[in-house]
Structure formats: C-alpha cells, structure tokens
C-alpha cells in the first residue's frame, strides 16, 4: 500500500491508511522475531495474524464472490506471511528507491 507515490497522495485518510497498514506489517514482523523469546508476544502475534487473514479474507470474498472465484480464498492462509514481507518490502523500496514504471523513472 504504502509504495511508489502513495506518500504522494493528496486525500491524507489514504496516505494515513497506507501508513497504519504499513506499520501494522512492520509490527507482525518484529513480534514473529520477539516471539521466540516470549510466549506472550507470540500470542499477540497469532492474534494480529487472525485479524489479519479475517479482514483480508472478508475483502477478498466479496471480490472472489463476484468473479465466482471464491475457492481461491483458502490460499489466504499460505500467502498471508508471504504478503506482510511484500508489504514491507515495497513500502521501504517504493519510498526510498528509484524504479522505471511504464518506460518513467519515478523518485
């Protein structure tokens, strides 16, 4: 969310929106880290993570449920971690590099 010029934006909801996702990514990644020093933050941890595939999955029904696609939703659960490294990832790259999209550099 928080990549190529949404720090750009000028609706501030969404710039705020990109920003909460983007920091409640970072969160899931420093307590996977911290949970294996403390029972507690992995708790923590499984609940961010049930928060995050129940919204996540909420969303993608009605998507899937309109391209009558919704056996796909199961996939939520595999892909889930994989999407809060992308998140991060895209958030720090998108902000801080220079990338070509559609043949222009953006900065």
């Known amino acids: 969310m928080l990549a190529s010029k949404s720090t750009k934006y000028k609706d501030k909801k969404i710039v705020a929106l990109s920003?909460?996702?983007?920091l409640f990514n970072i969160?899931?990644?420093?307590?996977?880290?911290l949970s294996f020093f403390s029972p507690s933050?992995?708790?923590?941890?499984?609940?961010?993570?049930?928060?995050?595939c129940f919204f996540e999955a909420v969303f993608?029904?009605?998507?899937?449920r309109f391209f009558k696609r919704t056996a796909l939703l199961w996939q939520i659960?595999?892909?889930?971690?994989?999407?809060v490294i992308y998140i991060v990832y895209i958030g720090l790259m998108g902000n801080t590099r220079k990338y070509n999209w559609k043949g222009r550099t953006v900065r």
């Open 60 to 64: 993608l029904y009605l998507i899937n």
């Open 77 to 83: 659960i595999l892909l889930s971690p994989l999407h």
């Open 41 to 52: 933050i992995f708790k923590l941890l499984l609940i961010q993570l049930g928060l995050k």
């Open 27 to 33: 969160s899931l990644l420093v307590n996977a880290t």
């Open 19 to 22: 920003i909460g996702i983007w």
